[in-house]
C-alpha cells in the first residue's frame, strides 16, 4: 500500500477539482467552494510530499 498511497492521494486532488469546478459552474456557495479546493490542495500536497525519500 505504500507505493499506491501518493498515487491515490494525487488521484483523489484530481476529483476534489474536479468537483469544485462542478460546483463553481452549478452556483454553489463561495465557501463550499474553497473548502473542497482547500481539501484538494491538502491530499495533493500530501501526495507529493510522501514522494519525497526520508533518510533514516
Known amino acids: ?9 494525487l488521484a483523489l486532488a484530481g476529483v476534489l477539482v474536479g468537483g469544485a469546478w462542478s460546483m463553481h459552474r452549478q452556483g454553489a ?5 474553497v473548502l473542497v ?5 491538502l ?8 514522494l519525497i525519500p526520508v533518510d533514516s
Open 1 to 9: 500500500m505504500g507505493g499506491a498511497l501518493p498515487i491515490l492521494l
Open 43 to 50: 491530499a495533493a500536497a500530501s501526495g507529493v510530499l510522501r
Open 37 to 41: 479546493v482547500l481539501l484538494a490542495v
Open 29 to 33: 456557495s463561495v465557501k463550499a467552494i
